[in-house]
């Protein structure tokens, strides 16, 4: 029988790393299966969510929405993605100096499931109240279960990119069933009861999640890199304080009429650039990085920004994609009519189906497999493809009447799903292999960043998609994906120079 990963010899319940040969959970650490468990339901809960919100945004008030032109509906979905991916940065914060990674994940997962709860209520009031606290308790629950994972594995480890891939097929099952479940019910029943079923799916993963503890490994009731106690005081005196001012500034800035939507939405496009400008010079200037992390930082920028480009396609899965899928794309296959927002479970099925057999690929490949840069590469490139693709169907029309096959954005998620299961796994593991000791939390919060960044670039161009022709929309955004990827692919050379040890 395998160890878990708890060491009974320790005290004030620090756990260390599980040994190399916990493969419980088909050969990989039991803790993969609570992580996983988690991620089910939180990607249930979110994607389910998001998969509604553009909907429910650009829907009429008579029909319970919020009654926005698409294009409109498409920026604030896409900046409250970018409000959820900028608080995880503080979310990687906290886990590293405050509270740790096990605490940090349960509190974002608290936040998360009120927020749910409050979006279930039908007031406009209570929508904005609850995308807040999803995006604040996103903040602090994402980055670091991704972080959480890779300690799970030693980083010389040949099983860490396929465990990375077994956790994200856990994420896109909760993606497939998200939008079913949520979908059908906002579209027959309300989107509020759409909301009620994302509230109940969080809760659920909070329930697995602390009943699977025991499995994961790390500290569970103090940061790694904690804080001297006066400066634990002082940070939480701080981050409160700061807290109430920014709501005080902003309802006051919003009463005045100055804080519109739409300046809301440029502000955080703006802070979305910003950001990681700023923590990569953190990170390089500071003292707690080595010459040698320092060095592995500078091929991250390359990552870093392939992940952008490639979010800013995948992101629009449940933005532009689904309000054309609303107007344009017929919601029949086979006889069988179905709510549009179930366009968005294809996503997660074919990743679903697509990750294990990545993750068999890259088990039974070893130390043969492309380097993770290639691999970046070529989700990138799948991204545009699947982007240039749709220039085809909505090419020809005179007018805005047709319907096309549902196949086109079917094909066109295949594509996108292939991409993200190479990009986000490798992407994930080659974070947690090059991310400075002091920084491990954070450096994985940079990759949500990354996410930040694509969305606050969303939300300034899906103001176009309903101002130009959509062959132009998608092709254009598509080409530009496949240009950085191939750039991605010519980098390829220096990248395996200085990534070590990413392979």
Known sequence: MSRTSIDPGTSDGEQQQPPQDDRAFLGHPKGLLTLSGLEV???????????????????????????????????????YGTLVYLVSVAGGWLADRVLGSFRAVLWGGILIACGHYAMAIPAQAATWAGLGLISAGTGLLKPNVATMVGKLYRTDDDRRDAGFALYY???????????????????????????????????LGLVQYV????????????????????????????????????VVVAGALSLAGWLTMA?????????????????????????????????RLKPYIVLFLASVVFNFILFQAYST???????????????????????????????????????????????????????????????????????LPTSGHADDTYKMAAWWIVGSYLLLGLGDVLLETSGMSAT???????????????????????????AQTVKLYDQVSKPAYFGVNGAIAVAVGLAVMALAPWLRRTMHPVR
Request: charged share 10%; net charge positive; proline share 4%.
């Open 432 to 458: 947690s292999k090059l991310a400075p000791k002091a920084f491990s939390s954070q450096t994985m919060s940079l990759w949500f960043l990354s996410l930040a960044l694509a969305n606050g670039i969303q």
């Open 321 to 391: 994609m689904i309000l054309l899928a609303s107007t344009n794309a017929r919601t029949t296959i086979l006889g069988f009519d179905f709510p549009a927002s179930w366009y968005a479970s294809a996503l997660g099925a074919f990743e679903v189906a697509l990750a294990p057999v990545v993750a068999g690929v890259w088990a039974r490949m070893g130390p043969r497999q492309p380097h993770a840069s290639n691999k970046i590469a070529l989700g990138v490139i799948l991204g545009g493809l699947s982007f240039l693709l749709m220039v």
């Open 169 to 203: 097929m856990a994420i896109n099952i909760g993606a497939f069933a998200g939008p079913l479940i949520t979908g059908w019910l906002g579209e027959h029943k309300g989107w509020h009861w759409g909301f009620s079923a994302a509230a109940l799916g969080m809760t």
């Open 41 to 79: 339901w939180e990607r249930f809960s979110f994607l389910g969510m998001q998969a509604i919100l553009v909907l429910y945004f650009a829907d009429t008030v008579a029909h319970d929405g919020m009654g926005m032109s698409p294009g409109t509906a498409a920026s604030v979905s896409a900046a």
């Open 263 to 295: 300046r809301f939405v440029d502000l955080l496009t703006l802070v979305s650039v910003i950001a990681p400008v700023v923590y990569f010079w953190v990170m390089f200037a500071s003292p707690r990085v080595t010459a040698e992390e320092r060095g």
């Open 211 to 246: 009943a699977g503890r025991r499995h994961l490994a790390g500290r569970r009731h103090s940061a790694e890199f904690a804080l001297a106690p006066d400066a634990m005081r002082r940070a939480i005196r701080n981050i409160v304080l700061g807290l109430a001012a920014a």
